[in-house]
Protein backbone atom coordinates (compact mmCIF):
# COMPACT_ATOMS: atom_id res chain seq x y z
CA UNK A 1 0.00 0.00 0.00
CA UNK A 2 2.91 2.60 1.03
CA UNK A 3 2.30 5.86 0.05
CA UNK A 4 -1.41 4.71 -1.37
CA UNK A 5 -1.22 7.84 -4.26
CA UNK A 6 2.54 8.27 -5.03
CA UNK A 7 2.59 4.23 -5.13
CA UNK A 8 0.38 4.04 -7.85
CA UNK A 9 2.61 7.07 -9.43
CA UNK A 10 5.86 4.80 -8.74
CA UNK A 11 4.28 1.56 -9.93
CA UNK A 12 3.45 3.34 -13.59
CA UNK A 13 6.38 5.66 -13.88
CA UNK A 14 8.25 4.94 -17.20
CA UNK A 15 12.28 4.71 -17.04
CA UNK A 16 14.21 7.32 -14.83
CA UNK A 17 15.57 9.33 -17.49
CA UNK A 18 12.58 10.00 -19.16
CA UNK A 19 11.60 13.65 -18.80
CA UNK A 20 8.50 14.20 -17.44
CA UNK A 21 8.58 18.36 -16.94
CA UNK A 22 10.49 20.44 -19.46
CA UNK A 23 10.04 24.34 -18.46
CA UNK A 24 10.53 27.49 -21.35
CA UNK A 25 13.86 27.75 -20.23
CA UNK A 26 15.14 24.64 -20.56
CA UNK A 27 15.03 23.11 -17.08
CA UNK A 28 14.26 19.03 -17.51
CA UNK A 29 12.85 17.60 -14.64
CA UNK A 30 13.04 13.38 -15.26
CA UNK A 31 11.06 10.32 -13.52
CA UNK A 32 14.38 9.35 -11.52
CA UNK A 33 14.41 13.54 -10.39
CA UNK A 34 10.98 13.03 -9.51
CA UNK A 35 11.67 10.36 -7.07
CA UNK A 36 14.97 11.47 -5.76
CA UNK A 37 14.08 15.33 -5.27
CA UNK A 38 10.51 13.88 -3.54
CA UNK A 39 12.37 11.72 -0.98
CA UNK A 40 15.01 14.40 0.04
CA UNK A 41 11.57 17.02 0.33
CA UNK A 42 9.64 14.48 2.48
CA UNK A 43 13.13 13.32 4.23
CA UNK A 44 13.10 17.33 5.54
CA UNK A 45 9.16 17.36 6.05
CA UNK A 46 10.14 14.25 8.40
CA UNK A 47 12.59 16.48 10.55
CA UNK A 48 10.14 19.36 10.44
CA UNK A 49 7.80 16.99 12.39
CA UNK A 50 5.43 16.12 10.12
CA UNK A 51 3.78 12.99 10.79
CA UNK A 52 1.00 11.04 8.85
CA UNK A 53 -2.12 13.66 8.61
CA UNK A 54 -0.79 16.33 9.42
CA UNK A 55 -1.47 19.30 7.00
CA UNK A 56 1.45 21.25 4.70
CA UNK A 57 0.02 24.87 3.48
CA UNK A 58 1.70 25.55 0.28
CA UNK A 59 1.31 29.04 -1.50
CA UNK A 60 4.15 29.23 -4.01
CA UNK A 61 4.28 30.24 -7.51
CA UNK A 62 4.39 26.96 -10.09
CA UNK A 63 7.65 25.67 -10.44
CA UNK A 64 8.91 21.88 -11.13
CA UNK A 65 9.85 22.24 -7.35
CA UNK A 66 6.35 22.99 -5.89
CA UNK A 67 5.41 19.48 -7.90
CA UNK A 68 8.42 17.56 -6.10
CA UNK A 69 6.91 18.96 -3.10
CA UNK A 70 3.32 17.90 -3.69
CA UNK A 71 4.63 14.55 -4.17
CA UNK A 72 6.75 14.87 -0.76
CA UNK A 73 3.92 15.39 1.33
CA UNK A 74 2.23 12.24 -0.60
CA UNK A 75 5.03 10.38 0.41
CA UNK A 76 5.48 11.62 3.74
CA UNK A 77 1.80 10.91 4.55
CA UNK A 78 1.02 14.20 4.57
CA UNK A 79 -1.99 16.18 3.62
CA UNK A 80 -1.37 18.92 1.28
CA UNK A 81 -2.94 22.28 1.18
CA UNK A 82 -2.55 24.31 -1.60
CA UNK A 83 -3.56 27.64 -1.73
CA UNK A 84 -3.91 30.54 -4.49
CA UNK A 85 -0.82 32.54 -4.79
CA UNK A 86 -3.43 36.04 -4.93
CA UNK A 87 -4.57 35.65 -1.30
CA UNK A 88 -4.02 38.16 0.97
CA UNK A 89 -2.13 38.08 4.67
CA UNK A 90 -5.61 38.18 5.80
CA UNK A 91 -6.82 35.58 3.90
CA UNK A 92 -4.19 33.24 4.73
CA UNK A 93 -4.53 33.91 8.23
CA UNK A 94 -8.09 32.19 8.09
CA UNK A 95 -7.06 28.83 6.00
CA UNK A 96 -4.01 28.37 8.32
CA UNK A 97 -5.83 28.94 11.27
CA UNK A 98 -8.36 26.63 9.90
CA UNK A 99 -6.38 24.21 9.12
CA UNK A 100 -3.85 24.17 11.23
CA UNK A 101 -0.70 22.85 9.45
CA UNK A 102 2.67 21.68 10.88
CA UNK A 103 4.46 23.74 7.97
CA UNK A 104 3.25 26.21 5.95
CA UNK A 105 5.36 26.74 2.65
CA UNK A 106 5.74 30.32 1.18
CA UNK A 107 7.80 32.51 -1.69
CA UNK A 108 11.30 33.61 -0.18
CA UNK A 109 9.83 37.36 -0.90
CA UNK A 110 6.78 37.13 1.12
CA UNK A 111 8.01 35.39 4.42
CA UNK A 112 8.90 38.67 6.45
CA UNK A 113 5.27 39.43 5.89
CA UNK A 114 4.02 35.80 6.57
CA UNK A 115 5.68 34.81 9.48
CA UNK A 116 3.88 36.35 12.01
CA UNK A 117 0.69 35.12 10.13
CA UNK A 118 2.01 31.75 10.23
CA UNK A 119 2.83 31.80 13.92
CA UNK A 120 -0.47 33.56 15.24
CA UNK A 121 -2.19 30.37 13.54
CA UNK A 122 -0.01 28.20 15.46
CA UNK A 123 2.17 26.53 12.43
CA UNK A 124 5.43 24.85 13.77
CA UNK A 125 7.83 25.74 10.56
CA UNK A 126 7.61 28.29 8.24
CA UNK A 127 9.91 27.90 4.90
CA UNK A 128 10.32 28.87 1.50
CA UNK A 129 10.29 28.06 -2.10
CA UNK A 130 10.68 30.03 -5.05
CA UNK A 131 10.81 29.12 -9.03
CA UNK A 132 14.81 29.73 -9.48
CA UNK A 133 15.58 26.73 -7.64
CA UNK A 134 15.66 28.77 -4.35
CA UNK A 135 14.29 28.59 -0.18
CA UNK A 136 15.01 27.29 2.70
CA UNK A 137 13.11 24.10 1.82
CA UNK A 138 15.11 23.27 -1.20
CA UNK A 139 18.33 24.58 0.91
CA UNK A 140 17.58 21.82 3.38
CA UNK A 141 16.19 19.14 0.96
CA UNK A 142 19.80 19.41 -1.13
CA UNK A 143 21.84 17.83 2.44
CA UNK A 144 18.88 15.10 2.26
CA UNK A 145 18.84 11.72 1.61
CA UNK A 146 17.91 10.65 -1.64
CA UNK A 147 15.79 7.67 0.06
CA UNK A 148 12.76 7.79 2.09
CA UNK A 149 10.53 5.46 3.17
CA UNK A 150 7.22 6.07 1.98
CA UNK A 151 4.45 6.55 4.80
CA UNK A 152 2.10 3.88 4.47
CA UNK A 153 -1.58 5.56 4.24
CA UNK A 154 -4.78 3.89 3.16
CA UNK A 155 -7.63 4.95 0.32
CA UNK A 156 -9.43 6.10 2.65
CA UNK A 157 -6.82 8.79 4.39
CA UNK A 158 -6.57 12.17 3.05
CA UNK A 159 -4.40 12.96 0.69
CA UNK A 160 -5.23 16.72 0.33
CA UNK A 161 -7.36 19.65 1.42
CA UNK A 162 -8.81 22.69 -1.01
CA UNK A 163 -10.39 25.06 0.02
CA UNK A 164 -13.35 26.22 -2.06
CA UNK A 165 -13.08 29.81 -3.27
CA UNK A 166 -15.81 31.22 -0.92
CA UNK A 167 -18.06 33.46 -2.80
CA UNK A 168 -20.38 33.53 -0.23
CA UNK A 169 -19.37 32.97 3.87
CA UNK A 170 -16.64 30.76 5.10
CA UNK A 171 -14.39 28.53 2.53
CA UNK A 172 -14.95 25.34 2.55
CA UNK A 173 -12.25 23.00 2.64
CA UNK A 174 -12.76 20.00 0.99
CA UNK A 175 -11.11 16.81 2.03
CA UNK A 176 -9.93 14.90 -0.90
CA UNK A 177 -8.47 10.90 0.17
CA UNK A 178 -6.05 8.83 -1.71
CA UNK A 179 -8.53 6.97 -3.39
CA UNK A 180 -10.62 10.04 -4.48
CA UNK A 181 -7.41 11.04 -6.15
CA UNK A 182 -6.01 8.04 -7.87
CA UNK A 183 -9.63 6.35 -8.97
CA UNK A 184 -10.43 9.70 -10.63
CA UNK A 185 -7.18 10.25 -12.75
CA UNK A 186 -7.00 6.46 -13.88
CA UNK A 187 -10.31 7.07 -15.11
CA UNK A 188 -9.23 9.85 -16.85
CA UNK A 189 -6.27 8.45 -18.50
CA UNK A 190 -8.30 5.65 -19.48
CA UNK A 191 -11.32 7.51 -20.85
CA UNK A 192 -9.00 9.84 -22.51
CA UNK A 193 -6.50 7.78 -23.84
CA UNK A 194 -3.21 8.96 -22.52
CA UNK A 195 -0.39 6.71 -22.87
CA UNK A 196 3.77 7.14 -22.39
CA UNK A 197 3.70 8.63 -25.77
CA UNK A 198 1.50 11.70 -25.09
CA UNK A 199 2.93 15.66 -24.20
CA UNK A 200 0.48 17.80 -22.64
CA UNK A 201 0.80 21.84 -22.59
CA UNK A 202 0.27 22.67 -19.12
CA UNK A 203 -0.61 25.99 -18.30
CA UNK A 204 -2.92 25.82 -15.30
CA UNK A 205 -2.25 26.82 -12.32
CA UNK A 206 -1.42 24.48 -9.90
CA UNK A 207 -3.36 25.50 -6.68
CA UNK A 208 -6.55 23.99 -8.00
CA UNK A 209 -8.22 20.94 -9.22
CA UNK A 210 -7.89 21.22 -12.52
CA UNK A 211 -3.88 21.88 -12.94
CA UNK A 212 -3.12 19.90 -9.90
CA UNK A 213 -4.88 16.63 -10.06
CA UNK A 214 -6.63 16.54 -13.41
CA UNK A 215 -3.90 17.05 -15.49
CA UNK A 216 -0.53 16.39 -12.83
CA UNK A 217 -2.11 13.11 -11.39
CA UNK A 218 -3.44 11.84 -14.69
CA UNK A 219 -0.28 12.07 -16.56
CA UNK A 220 1.66 10.71 -13.87
CA UNK A 221 -0.34 7.55 -13.76
CA UNK A 222 0.18 7.70 -17.81
CA UNK A 223 3.52 7.91 -17.93
CA UNK A 224 3.72 10.73 -20.51
CA UNK A 225 5.45 14.60 -20.28
CA UNK A 226 4.47 17.98 -19.82
CA UNK A 227 5.39 21.36 -20.92
CA UNK A 228 4.99 23.54 -17.66
CA UNK A 229 4.29 26.71 -18.75
CA UNK A 230 4.11 29.43 -16.12
CA UNK A 231 0.73 30.93 -17.25
CA UNK A 232 -1.38 31.31 -20.51
CA UNK A 233 1.40 32.43 -23.60
CA UNK A 234 -0.69 31.67 -26.94
CA UNK A 235 2.34 32.23 -29.02
CA UNK A 236 4.55 29.63 -26.92
CA UNK A 237 1.75 27.41 -26.92
CA UNK A 238 1.67 27.17 -30.87
CA UNK A 239 5.15 26.75 -31.43
CA UNK A 240 5.45 23.66 -28.95
CA UNK A 241 1.85 22.26 -30.76
CA UNK A 242 4.96 21.73 -33.37
CA UNK A 243 7.30 20.55 -31.02
CA UNK A 244 5.85 17.08 -29.96
CA UNK A 245 3.10 18.43 -28.06
CA UNK A 246 -0.09 15.64 -28.48
CA UNK A 247 -2.90 17.16 -26.22
CA UNK A 248 -3.93 20.77 -23.81
CA UNK A 249 -6.04 21.08 -21.39
CA UNK A 250 -7.47 24.31 -20.41
CA UNK A 251 -10.14 26.90 -19.44
CA UNK A 252 -12.15 28.15 -21.56
CA UNK A 253 -9.83 31.91 -22.10
CA UNK A 254 -7.59 29.40 -23.03
CA UNK A 255 -9.53 28.46 -26.52
CA UNK A 256 -10.19 32.62 -27.07
CA UNK A 257 -7.25 33.58 -26.76
CA UNK A 258 -5.80 31.28 -29.20
CA UNK A 259 -8.75 31.83 -31.78
CA UNK A 260 -7.32 35.52 -31.81
CA UNK A 261 -4.17 34.19 -32.74
CA UNK A 262 -3.74 34.04 -36.49
CA UNK A 263 -1.34 31.14 -36.36
CA UNK A 264 -4.34 29.27 -35.40
CA UNK A 265 -4.49 27.26 -38.54
CA UNK A 266 -5.07 23.16 -39.17
CA UNK A 267 -1.51 22.89 -39.98
CA UNK A 268 -0.71 24.49 -36.53
CA UNK A 269 -2.55 21.69 -34.68
CA UNK A 270 -2.11 18.74 -37.01
CA UNK A 271 0.30 17.04 -34.19
CA UNK A 272 -2.73 17.24 -31.50
CA UNK A 273 -4.65 14.50 -30.88
CA UNK A 274 -6.90 16.18 -27.44
CA UNK A 275 -7.82 19.60 -26.39
CA UNK A 276 -9.79 19.29 -22.93
CA UNK A 277 -11.78 22.50 -21.58
CA UNK A 278 -13.39 22.86 -18.04
CA UNK A 279 -13.20 24.84 -14.90
CA UNK A 280 -15.78 27.00 -16.77
CA UNK A 281 -18.71 26.81 -19.43
CA UNK A 282 -17.52 27.07 -22.80
CA UNK A 283 -19.58 28.74 -24.73
CA UNK A 284 -21.21 26.76 -27.75
CA UNK A 285 -19.75 29.26 -30.29
CA UNK A 286 -16.13 29.20 -29.71
CA UNK A 287 -16.42 25.10 -29.87
CA UNK A 288 -18.06 25.18 -33.00
CA UNK A 289 -15.22 28.18 -34.21
CA UNK A 290 -12.24 25.90 -32.94
CA UNK A 291 -13.67 23.01 -35.45
CA UNK A 292 -14.09 25.22 -38.22
CA UNK A 293 -10.04 26.94 -37.58
CA UNK A 294 -8.44 23.85 -36.68
CA UNK A 295 -10.46 20.36 -37.33
CA UNK A 296 -10.58 19.87 -33.77
CA UNK A 297 -13.63 19.28 -31.53
CA UNK A 298 -12.57 20.03 -27.91
CA UNK A 299 -13.84 17.52 -25.33
CA UNK A 300 -15.59 19.97 -22.22
CA UNK A 301 -15.74 17.93 -19.07
CA UNK A 302 -17.75 18.47 -15.73
CA UNK A 303 -15.95 18.61 -12.30
CA UNK A 304 -15.68 20.42 -9.11
CA UNK A 305 -13.06 20.78 -6.24
CA UNK A 306 -15.27 18.20 -3.71
CA UNK A 307 -15.31 15.87 -6.76
CA UNK A 308 -12.94 16.08 -9.53
CA UNK A 309 -14.46 15.02 -12.34
CA UNK A 310 -17.91 13.54 -12.36
CA UNK A 311 -18.97 13.62 -16.56
CA UNK A 312 -16.98 14.27 -19.76
CA UNK A 313 -17.70 14.43 -23.57
CA UNK A 314 -16.71 11.18 -25.28
CA UNK A 315 -13.20 10.41 -27.16
CA UNK A 316 -15.06 9.02 -29.77
CA UNK A 317 -18.24 9.83 -30.67
CA UNK A 318 -20.27 13.37 -30.66
CA UNK A 319 -18.64 15.75 -28.33
CA UNK A 320 -21.51 17.74 -28.36
CA UNK A 321 -21.55 21.79 -27.45
CA UNK A 322 -22.97 23.62 -24.77
CA UNK A 323 -23.08 19.55 -22.96
CA UNK A 324 -20.21 18.55 -20.68
CA UNK A 325 -21.01 14.47 -21.89
CA UNK A 326 -21.76 11.41 -20.09
CA UNK A 327 -20.81 10.12 -16.16
CA UNK A 328 -17.67 8.58 -16.02
CA UNK A 329 -17.18 5.50 -15.57
CA UNK A 330 -18.11 4.25 -12.12
CA UNK A 331 -19.96 7.37 -11.09
CA UNK A 332 -23.67 8.08 -10.86
CA UNK A 333 -25.40 11.63 -11.91
CA UNK A 334 -29.15 12.02 -11.25
CA UNK A 335 -31.15 15.25 -11.70
CA UNK A 336 -33.48 16.05 -8.79
CA UNK A 337 -35.93 18.43 -7.41
CA UNK A 338 -34.07 21.16 -5.33
CA UNK A 339 -36.98 21.69 -2.68
CA UNK A 340 -38.23 17.74 -2.63
CA UNK A 341 -35.13 15.86 -3.42
CA UNK A 342 -37.79 13.79 -6.89
CA UNK A 343 -35.87 12.22 -8.93
CA UNK A 344 -36.93 14.24 -11.91
CA UNK A 345 -37.98 13.09 -15.81
CA UNK A 346 -35.34 12.84 -18.69
CA UNK A 347 -34.88 16.17 -20.06
CA UNK A 348 -36.23 18.49 -17.18
CA UNK A 349 -34.01 21.37 -15.15
CA UNK A 350 -33.06 20.18 -11.41
CA UNK A 351 -30.15 19.69 -9.09
CA UNK A 352 -27.41 17.58 -10.18
CA UNK A 353 -26.63 14.92 -7.92
CA UNK A 354 -23.39 12.65 -7.71
CA UNK A 355 -21.92 9.47 -6.09
CA UNK A 356 -19.10 7.70 -6.62
CA UNK A 357 -15.05 6.66 -5.36
CA UNK A 358 -14.26 10.44 -6.70
CA UNK A 359 -16.84 12.18 -4.24
CA UNK A 360 -14.79 13.90 -1.28
CA UNK A 361 -15.09 12.46 2.61
CA UNK A 362 -16.86 16.35 3.29
CA UNK A 363 -15.87 19.68 4.37
CA UNK A 364 -12.88 20.11 7.24
CA UNK A 365 -14.13 21.14 10.62
CA UNK A 366 -17.60 21.46 9.52
CA UNK A 367 -20.42 17.97 9.80
CA UNK A 368 -23.34 20.14 9.62
CA UNK A 369 -22.52 21.65 6.32
CA UNK A 370 -21.39 18.08 5.38
CA UNK A 371 -24.22 16.35 6.63
CA UNK A 372 -26.03 18.90 4.82
CA UNK A 373 -24.49 18.68 1.41
CA UNK A 374 -25.46 14.53 0.99
CA UNK A 375 -28.23 12.74 0.76
CA UNK A 376 -28.97 9.67 2.94
CA UNK A 377 -28.52 7.46 0.13
CA UNK A 378 -24.88 8.97 -0.21
CA UNK A 379 -25.48 11.08 -3.05
CA UNK A 380 -23.73 14.37 -3.05
CA UNK A 381 -25.77 17.69 -3.87
CA UNK A 382 -23.71 19.81 -6.24
CA UNK A 383 -25.57 23.55 -6.55
CA UNK A 384 -25.21 22.92 -10.12
CA UNK A 385 -28.44 23.07 -11.85
CA UNK A 386 -28.68 20.66 -15.09
CA UNK A 387 -30.56 18.25 -17.42
CA UNK A 388 -29.80 14.76 -18.88
CA UNK A 389 -31.11 14.31 -22.60
CA UNK A 390 -32.20 11.67 -23.86
CA UNK A 391 -28.81 10.50 -25.63
CA UNK A 392 -27.81 10.94 -21.81
CA UNK A 393 -25.66 13.94 -22.41
CA UNK A 394 -25.53 16.08 -19.12
CA UNK A 395 -25.90 20.21 -19.88
CA UNK A 396 -25.17 22.05 -16.82
CA UNK A 397 -27.61 25.68 -16.67
CA UNK A 398 -25.97 27.77 -14.14
CA UNK A 399 -25.25 27.56 -10.27
CA UNK A 400 -28.55 27.05 -7.70
CA UNK A 401 -27.69 30.51 -6.45
CA UNK A 402 -27.75 32.17 -9.79
CA UNK A 403 -30.85 31.02 -10.39
CA UNK A 404 -32.99 34.56 -11.17
CA UNK A 405 -36.46 34.78 -9.59
CA UNK A 406 -38.59 37.27 -11.19
CA UNK A 407 -42.07 38.37 -10.72
CA UNK A 408 -42.22 34.36 -9.03
CA UNK A 409 -41.18 33.24 -12.35
CA UNK A 410 -37.15 30.75 -12.56
CA UNK A 411 -34.70 31.86 -15.10
CA UNK A 412 -32.16 30.34 -15.36
CA UNK A 413 -29.04 32.74 -17.10
CA UNK A 414 -27.72 30.21 -19.27
CA UNK A 415 -30.95 30.47 -21.51
CA UNK A 416 -30.70 33.75 -21.48
CA UNK A 417 -27.08 34.20 -21.90
CA UNK A 418 -27.16 31.75 -25.00
CA UNK A 419 -29.69 33.71 -26.97
CA UNK A 420 -27.84 36.95 -26.26
CA UNK A 421 -24.18 35.08 -27.45
CA UNK A 422 -25.97 34.23 -30.72
CA UNK A 423 -26.20 37.80 -31.78
CA UNK A 424 -23.55 38.74 -34.19
CA UNK A 425 -22.52 41.86 -32.21
CA UNK A 426 -21.59 39.35 -29.33
CA UNK A 427 -18.37 37.97 -27.87
CA UNK A 428 -20.08 36.52 -25.07
CA UNK A 429 -22.57 37.86 -21.80
CA UNK A 430 -23.42 37.68 -18.62
CA UNK A 431 -26.46 37.53 -17.11
CA UNK A 432 -27.72 37.92 -13.09
CA UNK A 433 -30.62 38.83 -10.95
CA UNK A 434 -29.88 41.92 -8.61
CA UNK A 435 -32.62 43.09 -6.01
CA UNK A 436 -35.95 45.26 -7.78
CA UNK A 437 -38.48 46.36 -5.46
CA UNK A 438 -41.27 45.20 -7.82
CA UNK A 439 -40.44 41.98 -9.39
CA UNK A 440 -38.16 40.40 -6.15
CA UNK A 441 -35.10 40.71 -8.71
CA UNK A 442 -34.07 42.07 -12.04
CA UNK A 443 -32.63 40.45 -14.89
CA UNK A 444 -29.96 42.44 -15.71
CA UNK A 445 -27.35 41.27 -18.57
CA UNK A 446 -23.63 42.33 -19.07
CA UNK A 447 -22.31 42.17 -22.67
CA UNK A 448 -19.04 42.21 -24.11
CA UNK A 449 -19.37 43.33 -27.97
CA UNK A 450 -17.36 43.12 -30.85
CA UNK A 451 -15.19 45.54 -31.43
CA UNK A 452 -16.44 48.55 -33.31
CA UNK A 453 -20.21 46.83 -33.32
CA UNK A 454 -23.05 49.21 -33.55
CA UNK A 455 -25.35 47.46 -31.07
CA UNK A 456 -26.81 49.03 -28.15
CA UNK A 457 -29.35 48.00 -24.90
CA UNK A 458 -32.86 48.85 -27.38
CA UNK A 459 -31.03 46.48 -29.96
CA UNK A 460 -30.38 43.71 -27.26
CA UNK A 461 -33.78 43.67 -26.34
CA UNK A 462 -35.64 43.61 -29.64
CA UNK A 463 -33.58 41.33 -30.69
CA UNK A 464 -34.73 38.61 -27.63
CA UNK A 465 -38.16 40.13 -27.41
CA UNK A 466 -38.98 36.81 -30.33
CA UNK A 467 -36.61 34.24 -28.83
CA UNK A 468 -37.51 34.62 -25.00
CA UNK A 469 -40.79 34.79 -23.06
CA UNK A 470 -41.41 38.49 -21.58
CA UNK A 471 -40.84 37.37 -18.22
CA UNK A 472 -36.72 36.16 -19.22
CA UNK A 473 -36.17 40.07 -20.98
CA UNK A 474 -33.27 41.65 -19.33
CA UNK A 475 -34.59 44.67 -17.46
CA UNK A 476 -31.10 46.55 -18.12
CA UNK A 477 -28.00 45.90 -20.10
CA UNK A 478 -24.87 47.05 -19.67
CA UNK A 479 -21.94 46.77 -22.02
CA UNK A 480 -18.46 45.98 -20.65
CA UNK A 481 -14.93 45.86 -21.84
CA UNK A 482 -14.31 42.58 -19.75
CA UNK A 483 -16.32 40.10 -17.45
CA UNK A 484 -15.57 39.64 -13.96
CA UNK A 485 -13.36 36.30 -13.76
CA UNK A 486 -11.79 33.96 -11.00
CA UNK A 487 -7.96 32.73 -12.04
CA UNK A 488 -9.28 29.36 -13.22
CA UNK A 489 -11.59 31.55 -16.04
CA UNK A 490 -15.06 31.31 -14.22
CA UNK A 491 -17.03 34.71 -14.33
CA UNK A 492 -17.49 36.12 -10.82
CA UNK A 493 -21.34 36.55 -10.74
CA UNK A 494 -21.36 37.75 -6.98
CA UNK A 495 -19.27 40.56 -7.84
CA UNK A 496 -21.36 41.60 -10.61
CA UNK A 497 -24.31 41.24 -8.22
CA UNK A 498 -22.66 43.09 -5.88
CA UNK A 499 -21.83 45.75 -8.26
CA UNK A 500 -25.23 46.49 -9.49
CA UNK A 501 -27.11 45.91 -6.16
CA UNK A 502 -28.66 49.34 -5.78
CA UNK A 503 -29.35 49.75 -10.03
CA UNK A 504 -32.89 49.17 -9.12
CA UNK A 505 -33.88 51.17 -6.00
CA UNK A 506 -36.74 53.73 -6.32
CA UNK A 507 -34.78 57.23 -5.26
Known amino acids: MAACLYDHFARRAPSPGKVFIETPEGRKVTYGDLAAGSARIANVLADRGVVAGDR ?52 PQNRDKLQAVAMGAGVSHVETLGVREDGSLLEA ?14 PDDLAAIL ?37 LIHALPIYHTHGLFVAMNTMLLAGGSMFFLPKLDPDLMLQLMGRGATAMMGVPTFYTRLLQHPGLTREATKNMRLFV ?14 TQRTGHAILERYGMTETNMNTSNPYEGDRVPGAV ?17 AILPQGEIGMIEVKGPNVFKGYWNMPEKTAAEFRSDGFFITGDLGKIDSRGYVSIVGRDKDLVITGGFNVYPIEVETEIDALPSVIESAVVGVPHP ?70
Open 163 to 199: YTSGTTGRSKGAMLSHDNLASNALTLADYWRFTQDDV
Open 141 to 154: ARAAPEIFEDVVRG
Open 325 to 341: GFPLPGISVRITNPETA
Open 56 to 107: VAVQVDKSPDAILLYLACLRAGAVFLPLNTAYTPAEIEYFLGDARPRVFVCE
Open 438 to 507: DFGEGVTALIVARKGADIGERQVIAALETRLAKFKLPKRVFFVDELPRNAMGKVQKAAIRATYSDLYKKS
Open 277 to 290: SGSAPLLAETHREW
